[in-house]
C-alpha cells in the first residue's frame, strides 16, 4: 500500500499551501460530498461541530459530550489506511476535528498511539493546529516514530510551535527524490521560519542544492542555537 508522504500534500494542495487550514467552504460540487459525509456520522451525532451556544456559537470550552467524543473518535478513523482518491474526505475530517479545538486534545493525544501511522500523521498534524503545549510531549515522541509518516509530521508541528529540534529532519527532506516530500518539506520549513532561503520543489538539483546548503548553514550558524 503506498501512503501520501505527509498530510499537508493532501491539505496544502487542496487550501493552495497557505498554512493553517481554513474554515471547510467546499466548492458547489462538493457540498452534496459532505452532505453525505455527515449522514454516515453515529446515530444521533448529526451536528459533528459539537453543541451551539444560544447565539449559534459552537462552544469550546464545555466538557465533551459523549455523543462529541463518537464524533470525534469516528472522524479519527476515517483518517486510516491509503488516502489517495479520498482527499476531500480526508480534508473534510480534519476540518471538523479542528473545529473541537483544544477540548479534542486528549483524544488525539491517546490516538496518536494508533497502530496506522496514517492516523499518527494526522495527530501530529492536529496537535501543531491546535497550537497546545499540552501536545508537545506527544509530538516528541511522534519525532522518533519508526514509520517516516508521523515523524515527518511531528517535526512540522513542533516547528510551527517554536520548538526546533525537528528542524534538521525538514532540512534532509528537502533533497528527497521524491518531488511531494520536497514540497511538503518546504512548505512546512515556510510557515515555521517564513522565508524558502531561495528553495523550489521543482527546480533543477543543481539550484536546489545551492538552496539547500543555505538552510544547512543557517541551522549550524543560528538554527541549532534555538531553543528546543
Known sequence: ??????????????VGCQGALP???????????????????PPGDSDPEGERLPSGAIDR??????????????????????????EVLVAVC????????????????????????????????L???IRSAEGVPTLRRLLRDPHPLPSREAAASLAVLGHHEGTPLLIRELEAE???????A??????????????YFLDPEPIRQEAVARWKLWWEEEGSRLPP
Open 61 to 86: 470550552k464545555a466538557p465533551l459530550s459523549a455523543a462529541e467524543e463518537r464524533q470525534i473518535l469516528w472522524l479519527l478513523d476515517r483518517l486510516s489506511g491509503d488516502w489517495i482518491g479520498n
Open 127 to 129: 496537535l501543531g493546529e
Open 23 to 41: 474554515e471547510y467552504s467546499p466548492p458547489p460540487d462538493d457540498r452534496i460530498y459532505e452532505t453525505l459525509f455527515v449522514s454516515q456520522l
Open 178 to 184: 521524491d518531488p511531494a516530500i520536497r514540497l511538503w
Open 1 to 14: 500500500m503506498r501512503f501520501m508522504p505527509v498530510l499537508p500534500i493532501v491539505l496544502a494542495l487542496f
Open 94 to 125: 480534519v476540518d471538523y476535528l479542528l473545529r473541537f479545538g483544544a477540548r479534542a486534545l486528549p483524544i488525539v493525544i491517546e490516538r496518536s498511539q494508533d497502530e496506522d501511522p496514517s492516523v499518527r500523521m494526522a495527530c501530529a498534524y
Open 186 to 199: 518546504s512548505s512546512a520549513l515556510y510557515r515555521a521560519y517564513q522565508t524558502p532561503r531561495g528553495y
